[in-house]
């Protein structure tokens, strides 16, 4: 089983998908972050000053996807999750089920303001990944998504019997 999870930065997605992992103690499970898949800054596109990480040309969903797919090779379960995870058609196909944990704008604004893994960051790059989130990190078939709240606890049986 392929899951993705997907959702703007601090939205939760990092937790549900280690939460999701410690639902199942019997079963081989791999968690994949695509943050990890980040091409190196001198090849990522820039906005202004800044790198721009929210950009889908930021990623390489080659190995992303390929990575995907290895582990679903020595696994039960492939758990990935990222902004951009739902962004390449190819990467998206191989899931069996979609989350995306949404929070209203407010919420990331407030949860952004106590990041500060990069240091400061300037009010309009914030506004550019909540927008890059809104264009890029949007699942292609809402049908087959299953909408978390990242701000509430995790509706247990729900997303299980979802992802059953």
Request: hydrophobic share 35%; charged share 25%; aromatic share 12%.
């Amino acid at each position: 089983m392929i899951i993705g999870i997907g959702g703007v930065s601090r939205a939760g997605k990092t937790t549900l998908a280690k939460w999701l992992r410690n639902q199942f103690p019997h079963k081989k499970t791999h968690l994949i972050c695509q943050d990890e898949f980040a091409y190196p800054t001198d090849q990522i596109p820039r906005i202004k000053d800044r790198i721009d990480w929210e950009h889908p040309d930021s990623i390489d969903h080659e190995r992303f996807r390929k990575s995907i797919l290895a582990e679903s090779k020595l696994n039960e379960i492939v758990i990935a999750e990222g902004l951009l995870v739902f962004h390449d058609r190819l990467t998206y196909s191989l899931y069996d089920s979609m989350l995306l944990v949404e929070i209203d704008y407010q919420t990331f604004l407030n949860r952004k303001e106590h990041d500060h893994r990069w240091g400061h960051e300037p009010d309009w790059y914030v506004k550019h990944i909540w927008e890059s989130y809104l264009n890029y990190g949007q699942s292609p078939e809402p049908q087959r998504t299953l909408i978390v709240n990242g701000t509430k606890k995790f509706p247990t049986k729900t997303i299980l019997n979802f992802i059953a």
